[in-house]
């Protein structure tokens, strides 16, 4: 009787692994294009195994300095990826110079990328910063970049060329949380880097 009431949690344990596995295989299959837009902010959004940045607009950044949503009516197909626009001139922009309006590391959390840690960012928290578009995974991620941006823009773009562009996200991420760069710091110490800068009590 024990055996037959023990089943279920031996057979209900693989099955969750299994679930959790193919959340992730999800999220990394969306990110992963196998073309050189890897890796990618993406998500799978229904018949869309590959939506970047949730669907919001990549051109309107520039054009409106506001993250706008885009309409499954105006999309477009980039190198295995798809964008959507708030409207057919935003698309048809994108369609002409499609490398002009991608936002920086490709979507990523650019405070992620100074530390060689690709992180999804939220489309809503960007900075525009000399006609580049730099997306952030909140506030708290924002204010951190913000201490110094000519330094983190800096170590954001060697690391982005010299070792994320082309590596599959959940083994970067993995590796790099693991084996830090030297320069890293943790939220916490980010949080209180922001509060001193601003003369808050850390």
Same mark, same amino acid.
């Given at each position: +009787? ?6 279920? /949690? ?5 099955? $969750? ?8 295989? =999800?999220? +990394? $299959?969306?990110? =992963? ?13 229904? &018949? ?8 919001? &607009? ?12 885009? $309409? ?17 001139? =935003?698309?048809? !922009? ?9 936002? !920086? ?7 992620? *990328? ?14 525009? *910063?000399?006609?580049?578009?730099? *997306?952030?995974? &909140? ?13 983190? *823009? !800096? +170590? ?7 070792? /994320?562009?082309?590596? +599959? ?24 880097? /922001? ?8």
């Amino acid at each position: +009787m024990n055996a037959v009431l023990r089943r279920p /949690v031996r057979l209900g344990l693989p099955l $969750l692994a299994v679930c959790l596995w193919l959340t992730g295989c =999800n999220t +990394m $299959l969306a990110q =992963n294009p196998s073309s050189p837009l890897r890796p990618v902010n993406a998500v799978r959004d229904g &018949d869309q195994s590959r939506l970047v940045l949730r669907g919001y &607009d990549v051109v309107a950044y520039g054009s409106q300095a506001q993250a706008v949503p885009g $309409l499954p009516q105006f999309r477009a197909e980039y190198e295995g990826a798809t964008y959507q626009f708030a409207t057919a001139e =935003n698309r048809a !922009a994108f369609q002409r110079e499609p490398q002009r309006y991608q936002p !920086a590391y490709h979507g990523f959390d650019a405070t992620g *990328i100074v530390y060689a840690i690709p992180v999804a960012g939220d489309p809503t928290v960007f900075k525009r *910063i000399d006609g580049r578009t730099f *997306i952030f995974s &909140d506030a708290a991620s924002l204010a951190a970049f913000e201490l110094d941006v000519a330094g983190n *823009i !800096a +170590m954001a773009d060697r690391y982005w060329k010299d070792e /994320v562009a082309g590596s +599959m996200t959940s083994w970067q991420s993995l590796k790099r949380r693991i084996d830090r760069v030297p320069h890293y710091r943790s939220r916490d110490e980010l949080a209180r880097a /922001v509060a001193a800068a601003q003369g808050k009590p850390g």
